[in-house]
Nanobody, 126 residues
Framework: QVHLVASGGGSVEAGGSLRLSCAAP????????MGWFRQEPGKEREGVAY???????TYADSVKGRFTISQDNAKITLYLQMNSLKPEDTAVYYC????????????????????WGQGTQVTVSS
């Protein structure tokens, strides 16, 4: 079982930036779709951003133009750069991964992801 470790959350004012990181000690993400999800208390978990095996990215409409998902060249660490943060971005953010065939489009359904991090809190104040 792969255990992902997420970090980088915190509290910022609206308009600020944060960068989240996600890694799995001793493991790399080659051959995986990787994604960031978020969840507010009492609400469904929602997908934020995804990156496939070719490096192609997909974003939720609510974060397009503000968030950027990326990986380092060794595909050891997954990032989520969050700029122009809004109070509605406040949530616990989770990284997740699933092994896929080369060239597969990343699924947006969180139930299809196999590996999950523990979550990191992001709080944006107005």
């Amino acid at each position: 079982q792969v255990h992902l470790v997420a970090s980088g959350g915190g509290s910022v004012e609206a308009g600020g930036s944060l960068r989240l990181s996600c890694a799995a000690p001793g493991y790399d993400f080659r051959g995986h779709c990787m994604g960031w999800f978020r969840q507010e208390p009492g609400k469904e978990r929602e997908g934020v951003a995804y990156i496939d095996t070719n490096g192609a990215t997909t974003y939720a409409d609510s974060v397009k133009g503000r968030f950027t998902i990326s990986q380092d060249n060794a595909k050891i660490t997954l990032y989520l750069q969050m700029n122009s943060l809004k109070p509605e971005d406040t949530a616990v953010y989770y990284c997740a991964g699933r092994f896929v065939s080369a060239g597969s489009v990343c699924a947006t359904d969180s139930d299809t992801y196999t590996y999950w991090g523990q979550g990191t809190q992001v709080t944006v104040s107005s």
